[in-house]
T-cell receptor, first 114, second 112 residues
Framework: DAGVIQSPRHEVTEMGQEVTLRCKPI?????LFWYRQTMMRGLELLIY????????DSGMPEDRFSAKMPNASFSTLKIQPSEPRDSAVYFC????????????FGAGSRLTVL | GENVEQHPSTLSVQEGDSAVIKCTYS??????FPWYKQELGKRPQLIID?????GEKKDQRIAVTLNKTAKHFSLHITETQPEDSAVYFC???????????FGAGTRLTVKP
């Protein structure tokens, strides 16, 4: 397996633009997580899915953020409109049911909003 | 929900010395405590974990200890090497709950 695949690896955009981050979890993994990493706040859990269903989105900062998982092999995190304070590295991770909570992270998407 | 606090935020040691990173958690129901290591520019990766039915676990130069009564757990790295330099994250959750929330991280620097 190629692991958790994220795209894009880097994105630079201007304030107000829509940003879409993509993630392909490991095949067979039932859980998918979106984390945001900043120097100030560390690794924050934004939302996680189980079998494509959102379980907990309490970490999503505000209505500008939305996440979907239309099928077992794809998820998106969308920010609309983006703001400079959204600049961060966004990680997607997956794990399997009964997998002892072991998270496999993607390489991350570094977002810069100017 | 679970709240995990981690100290120190930065730690600098001389090569060969030991390093200790401490975490506390708030939810007494938590029973699974993993540690992730993130090297510069890389993704976090699991290095060791412990479940609440044991008080200590070792894997070569790293060990984790758990005090359930006090709700704290620690990562110990002995004979540190420059390649141990990284950011280390602790987490606390209920085993198989999959709601993984991390501490703020500790940036460890090992000076050669």
């Amino acid at each position: 397996d190629a692991g958790v695949i994220q795209s894009p690896r880097h994105e630079v955009t201007e304030m107000g633009q829509e940003v879409t981050l993509r993630c392909k979890p490991i095949s067979g993994h039932d859980y998918l997580f979106w984390y945001r990493q900043t120097m100030m706040r560390g690794l924050e859990l934004l939302i996680y899915f189980n079998n494509n269903v959102p379980i907990d989105d309490s970490g999503m900062p505000e209505d500008r953020f939305s996440a979907k998982m239309p099928n077992a092999s794809f998820s998106t995190l969308k920010i609309q409109p983006s703001e400079p304070r959204d600049s961060a590295v966004y990680f997607c991770a997956s794990s399997r049911e009964g997998g002892a909570n072991v998270l496999t992270f993607g390489a991350g998407s570094r977002l810069t909003v100017l | 929900g679970e709240n995990v606090e981690q100290h120190p935020s930065t730690l600098s040691v001389q090569e060969g010395d030991s390093a200790v990173i401490k975490c506390t958690y708030s939810d007494s129901a938590s029973n699974y405590f993993p540690w992730y290591k993130q090297e510069l520019g890389k993704r976090p990766q699991l290095i060791i974990d412990i479940r609440s039915n044991v008080g200590e676990k070792k894997d070569q130069r790293i060990a984790v200890t758990l005090n359930k009564t006090a709700k704290h757990f620690s990562l110990h790295i002995t004979e540190t090497q420059p390649e141990d330099s990284a950011v280390y994250f602790c987490a606390a959750t209920i085993y198989n709950n999959n709601d993984m929330r991390f501490g703020a991280g500790t940036r460890l620097t090992v000076k050669p």
